[in-house]
């Protein structure tokens, strides 16, 4: 991914990869991806936070001062009006990439069309086992012993993407579905992070 040499102060640092990132529950992905972009040494930066709801997530974006907005198809008259609504507010800023960190609804083409390879999703299984929302549940009910979380590039369909990273998570005998999800985003964050800088960094 290419990125531009910003000659300042710093000659040899470059301006950090603008990124957008979508939500639509509490946003602890996104609070992963925030603290990553204050590091010195980060190589993107969220201009911007967009929700598909009035997501607790997005009190993150705001602690952090990066622009926020909910997106709701309950706004718009169709799904095709909500496709072009969210692909206009993600090209409003910008980004050479788009991240979804806990989105939980499927991109159009709008949006797809216009960003097509520069979009990644972080999903809680690993895939392509037990794919769309409900992947811990999903997991603990097919009585399997480790699950995990990926990220993959987004394309059309549901979490059927190109895998760019996975890990693994044993699954416990004593878990319940908020308890393995939680141990998976543990993995899951740091996962992202690695993921975004590495797709943002300079050549």
Known sequence: MCR????LDYPDRVAPTPIVVLISGTGSLLAALLEASRRRDSSFTVVGVIADRDAPGLEHARAAEVPAQVIAPADHPDRAAWDR???AAVAAHSPQLVVLAGFMRLLGAPLLDSHGGRIINSHPALLPSFP?????????????????????????????????AQRAVEVLPEDTEASLHERIKAVEQPML??????LTAAD
């Open 4 to 7: 531009i040499a910003l000659r």
């Open 85 to 87: 609504a969210l692909a």
């Open 132 to 164: 769309g929302a409900h992947g811990v549940r999903d997991a603990l009910a097919h009585g399997v012993k480790v699950t995990g979380a990926s990220v993959i590039e987004v394309d059309p369909g549901i979490d059927t993407g190109r895998i760019l």
């Open 193 to 198: 992070v690695e993921v975004v800088q590495r």
